[in-house]
């Protein structure tokens, strides 16, 4: 990768109030010479985000995408909705939704699939949990969830962008070493690999309490390619700082 990807997730946050004066800190804040920055809001502030982030260097994206394409499914954004506000990214796979909403690695490559048919970029999250960590399956579960978007995405995986978010770190206040976070995505690039001969065009997120204090380190390794943002994301200086960062 040539440029880095920085991406702002907010989560269950924000009010229009306070997503116009975040916006308007983080676009005076970017430059044509900033790496890739986008944010990812609740589907409800989309429209609201496309008028803010308009002529701006700021892309936008959604926080999930319904794995169906339309129907009888209340409470579903389909990726079609999506396109219309604009979005170029959305979320697949957060931890988030895997650990509360029951969401399966099948289902996640679904919702990959809907996203790529309406031109959105998926970000595909994958990650271990704690105990997982600690019983030596990293490297199983996080090809395992990867593989099933491969498989049911071959023919254009190049276009998804891959985040590690291990879920140990995420809210925790801990951080995946540089090291540790490398080893991993070392892990996923040699998959990606082997899946596709376009791989080095996929984009590989760190997204485990990426602050602005330990942004430099991860971002100075070799198979990182960028961050999802999480609470970090909620505030413009330190959100800047992460971009910043990665800009150098």
């Not at 944010?39 to 959604?62: K, R």
């Not at 490297?139 to 395992?144: A, G, T, Y």
């Not at 690999?193 to 376009?198: E, F, N, R, S, V």
């Amino acid at each position: 990768m040539t440029s880095q990807w920085i991406v702002g997730n907010w989560k269950m946050n924000g009010s229009l109030s306070a997503n116009q004066e975040l916006v308007r800190q983080i676009i005076a804040g970017l430059s044509a010479s900033s790496c890739h920055v986008a944010v990812c809001a609740p589907s409800v502030y989309l429209a609201q985000l496309q008028t803010l982030a308009a002529n701006s260097h700021l892309l936008t994206g959604a926080q999930d995408v319904s794995s169906h394409e339309q129907g009888a499914f209340t409470g579903e954004v389909s990726a079609a909705m999506l396109r219309e506000f604009a979005v170029r990214f959305a979320i697949v796979g957060h931890s988030e939704r895997r650990q509360y909403h029951g969401e399966t690695d099948a289902i996640v490559a679904t919702k990959a699939q809907q996203a790529l048919a309406a031109g959105i970029t998926p970000i595909v999250c994958v990650g271990e949990t704690l105990q997982q960590r600690e019983a030596g399956e990293t490297e199983s579960v996080v090809k395992r969830q990867l593989a099933a978007v491969i498989h049911t995405n071959g023919h254009c995986i190049s276009e998804i962008v891959v985040a590690y978010e291990p879920v140990w770190a995420i809210g925790t206040g801990k951080t995946a070493s540089p090291e540790q976070a490398q080893q991993v995505h070392a892990l996923l690039r040699a998959q990606l690999q082997a899946a596709t001969q376009q791989y080095q065009r996929i984009p590989l997120l760190y997204g485990g309490s990426m602050n602005a204090a330990n942004a430099a380190s991860l971002l100075a390794q070799k198979d990182i390619d960028g961050g999802l943002i999480g609470g970090a994301s909620l505030k413009a200086a330190d959100f800047l700082a992460i971009v910043a960062a990665a800009s150098h």
